[in-house]
């Protein structure tokens, strides 16, 4: 990854403690809604994470900032910045950035100041305009060079830059102590001053300002140890920004306290290359301690792991929604990313918090669904096997919710192959939403098996599954695909298949004739149908003629999409009038990137 997405990991001591701030949110069973936070009254952000670029200023985390009274070298070090000369070994930050002239850097005849360089990372790229360096009223530098580095990292070398090429400033005969260099405002992360005389000089201390935000700045979290595997409920990120400035978040879950692997190499030779090994145990803090004592020579890869930690989840788009990343994990991390287009324009964070809650409803799920492959844009039945597996300490479920992309019926419910009720409750989604009103799923190796109708309409479509509780206000838990039941050999939860070579399917009118006379009884005509292959919205032109062709009514209809559809007409032509009885066409266009069609139909009106 980059360096804004690198992490740092503690001791096992710090994960297990650092940052977590829970809430109590609901009391009443054996479990509790918790909710970790960082900001606002939750965890300072400094503590638990890395900022890069960013400062936080009481509870809100934002882009650095500067301006032009103020010297952006305070506090350097915090923002990961430094001040240092390839020609000494002293930790310059220290000493030119306390606006105390007892402390300086100083460099004798003898060390040849012609050459001497001094460099500056200010941690982050900022919007500079001015620089000043305070010399010895006596011995200062009496020639120089500045110049400033926007940071590029493609003219990066193990995180410096190559060259300096942009120069903002020199003077080979300076006559005062103290050197002020103006220059417009840029975005600057390295400046290089340069001694261009062989007299000894002194410095006493270094000044920056400038004017905006940091274009650019992240955040990235310790790992977060909630002591055992959670399930987890919603996440919110207060955060403000607005055109010409972003905010993007990540998260992802494990099952180990370091997402990393690390690597060793061996004594066996590859081609030219020696065979690395991984360091044992993988996702501990024994394997970083162990890799950190082996000398350079022997240092092997980091790589992520990607088996016992999820990948960074997708940036986030709802910043008040559930958690990405899977459930049933005692490790989470997330990170932000800060983008700016304009100095003048910084984004800000507020709060992160997420819900969980302990213990887990089961130690697995897994679930598989059949048939996996399908005509698309044709109603199918499924059957949805859910295989569970319990600890001492989880209390189990008895309600089931799988994500349909349409409105879906069950036909039959089974445990352990007999039916059992159950009820269909209402789902603002339009999601199956199935209660065992007779029974409860907590012994290991039972198996739910549900039978439903659904419309799937697009290669890919997955039926998400999540189990609830509905005796305890317990966190929902998502299922993993997986080799649930014999029945099925899918061991996956998306379905496959060829797409019907029809872009509209099943066109209705209903009533084939009506009467909008305005009693209440077939009043209205509604024309339904599917659309497929339109993953984006797309225009679809409903017109109605008369039997001589004259066009009576164009219904104006949005982008519409994949799935089952609706368009009411009224009996009314474009002026408002009703039309008068007798039989019209109706003609339905629909054009997309993979092709156009036309549908007619003949309705009647009748008074």
Not at 148 to 163: F, K, N, S
């Amino acid at each position: 990854g980059s360096t804004m997405g690198r992490s740092r990991f503690f001791e096992m001591a710090k994960i297990l403690t650092r940052g977590l701030v829970a809430v109590q949110l609901w009391v009443g069973s054996a479990v509790a809604v918790e909710n970790w936070q960082a900001g606002d009254a939750g965890a300072s952000w400094e503590s638990v994470g890395e900022l890069i670029g960013l400062t936080a200023d009481a509870s809100v985390l934002m882009p650095a900032v500067v301006d032009t009274t103020t010297n952006a070298l305070t506090g350097l070090g915090k923002r990961g910045g430094s001040i240092e000369s390839p020609q000494s070994r002293e930790n310059l930050t220290p000493l030119l950035t306390d606006g105390k002239a007892a402390t300086f850097w100083s460099v004798p005849r003898d060390r040849r100041p012609d050459g001497t360089s001094m460099l500056i990372d200010l941690g982050a790229i900022l919007p500079i305009k001015r620089v000043r360096i305070i010399g010895d009223p006596e011995i200062f530098l009496r020639a120089y060079e500045l110049f400033v580095h926007d940071g590029d990292p493609e003219q990066l070398r193990e995180g410096r830059p190559v060259a300096f090429t942009n120069m903002v400033g020199s003077n080979l005969e300076q006559a005062e102590s103290i050197i002020d260099v103006q220059f417009p405002l840029q975005f600057v992360r390295f400046i290089r001053l340069i001694s261009r005389s062989s007299q000894e000089f002194t410095i006493e201390d270094a000044e920056v300002f400038g004017d905006g935000f940091a274009p650019t700045g992240s955040f990235i979290s310790d790992i977060i140890d909630l002591g055992n595997p959670a399930n987890f409920g919603k996440l919110v990120l207060q955060a403000t920004s607005d055109s010409l400035t972003g905010i993007v978040l990540q998260t992802r879950t494990g099952l180990v306290p370091d997402p990393r692997v690390f690597y060793r190499k061996t004594d066996v030779f590859e081609g030219e290359d020696r065979s690395e090994d991984p360091i044992f145990p993988i996702g501990f803090p024994a394997a970083a301690e162990e890799y950190d004592d082996l000398v350079s020579a022997d240092k092997g890869a980091i790589v992520d792991n990607i088996t016992e930690w999820s990948p960074w989840s997708a940036p986030y788009e709802d910043f008040s929604g559930n958690l990405l990343s899977p459930g049933n994990r005692r490790f989470l991390q997330f990170r932000l990313f800060f983008s700016s287009e304009n100095a003048r324009h910084g984004s800000s964070v507020d709060l992160f918090s997420l819900e969980y809650s302990i213990p887990t409803l089961a130690q697995e799920l897994t679930a598989e669904v059949t048939p996996a492959a399908v005509t698309l844009g044709e109603t199918h039945t499924f059957d949805y096997f859910l295989r569970s597996e319990f600890a001492a300490d989880n209390p189990g479920f008895d309600r089931v919710e799988i994500k349909t992309p349409f409105n879906a019926s069950i036909r039959e419910v089974e445990l352990d192959g007999g039916s059992i009720p159950f009820a269909e409750e209402e789902d603002e989604e339009g999601n199956l939403n199935v209660l065992l009103t007779a029974d409860r799923v907590e012994n290991s190796g039972q198996v739910l098996h549900i039978t439903f109708d659904a419309l799937v309409t697009v290669y890919g479509t997955t039926f998400f599954g999540k189990v609830f509780d509905s005796q305890s206000e317990e966190l929902g838990q998502n299922v993993v695909a997986g080799d649930a039941s014999p029945a099925s050999l899918s061991n996956r939860l998306s379905i496959q298949g060829a797409l019907s070579r029809e872009l509209v399917m099943d066109l209705q009118v209903t009533p084939p004739a009506f009467s909008p006379n305005g009693d209440g009884i077939n009043d209205e005509l509604e024309l339904s149908f599917i659309l497929l292959r339109a993953l984006n919205p797309v225009p679809v032109e409903i017109t109605l003629f008369d039997l001589s062709g004259r066009t009576v009514r164009r219904l104006q209809t949005r982008g519409m999409m994949n799935g089952p559809q609706s368009v009411i007409w009224n009996g009314r032509g474009d002026g408002g009038q009703l039309v008068p009885p007798g039989l019209y066409l109706l003609k339905l266009s629909v054009d997309t990137d993979t092709g156009s069609e036309e549908q007619t139909r003949l309705v009647g009106v009748a008074y």
